[in-house]
């Protein structure tokens, strides 16, 4: 399925790179997020982007940073990370709406912080 | 603080029996509730949504007790290709909607045995 697709697939970054994460959605859906998922813990809501504007933000520290520069395209900024930080990091879409939207995720990006 | 318990598994079952997993949650506000499958480093996909009144779709049942605060999932006749991790998902917003995000549960491993 290419309905939501993330790049790159795996990172390995230093503390002290500078990063970007990117997810495209297919679907014409006009909301996206971002979630992390570390081994051991669910699934964790970062960011939340309606129309383009951010509605959420799940108390993320600023090493991450999200960028919406359209409905289609979303993207995660790192820099200075930390180790805890690895993680599998997951967009997904929806077309918000007042019955239930599903969520569509991409693949994840698999991150490493050394 | 919003959590969605789940007992972690493995759930080990042979193949054509039936299983049965809960899921609590917290917030008696949460609205919208979910099952999601999250195959073996895949993203998750959602399997079924739960209804009030309880659904069924095909080898699958759902069910929600809201006094009780817990979510079921009934797989019948289970096959080998029902090994998988089993996300139980719950919404704040009434009727759904995606742009609240989501909250989940760490999951249910389950393994279907030959």
Redesign the interface.
């Known amino acids: 399925e290419t309905g939501v697709t993330q790049t790159p697939r795996h990172l390995v970054m230093g503390m002290t790179n500078k990063k970007s994460l990117k997810c495209e959605q297919h679907l014409g859906?006009n909301?996206m997020?971002w979630?992390k998922q570390s081994a051991?813990?669910?699934?964790?809501?970062m960011f939340?982007y309606?129309l383009e504007e951010r509605?959420?933000n799940?108390s993320v520290p600023s090493r991450f940073s999200p960028e919406c520069p359209n409905s289609s395209h979303l993207f995660l900024h790192l820099h200075t990370l930390q180790p805890e930080d690895s993680a599998l990091y997951?967009c997904a879409s929806?077309?918000?709406?007042?019955?239930?939207?599903?969520?569509f995720?991409?693949?994840?990006t698999r991150l490493t912080v050394l | 603080r919003k959590e969605v318990e789940q007992d972690p598994g493995p759930f080990n079952v042979p193949e054509g029996a039936t299983v049965a997993f809960n899921c609590t949650y917290s917030n008696s506000a949460s609205q919208s509730f979910f099952w999601y499958r999250q195959d073996c480093r895949k993203e998750p996909k959602l399997l079924m949504s739960v209804y009030s009144s309880g659904n069924e779709d095909g080898r699958f049942t759902a069910q929600l007790n809201r006094a009780s605060q817990y979510i079921s999932l009934l797989i019948r006749d289970s096959k080998l290709s029902d090994s998988a991790t089993y996300l139980c998902v719950v919404n704040e917003r009434a009727g759904g909607g995606g742009a609240d995000g989501l909250t989940f549960g760490k999951g249910t491993h389950l393994i279907i045995q030959p």
Do not use: D, M
Request: glycine share 10%; charged share 25%.
């Open positions: 859906h909301a997020y979630y051991k813990k669910p699934l964790e809501l939340v309606s509605v959420e799940n997951l929806s077309q918000e709406r007042l019955g239930w939207s599903e969520q995720f991409g693949p994840g």
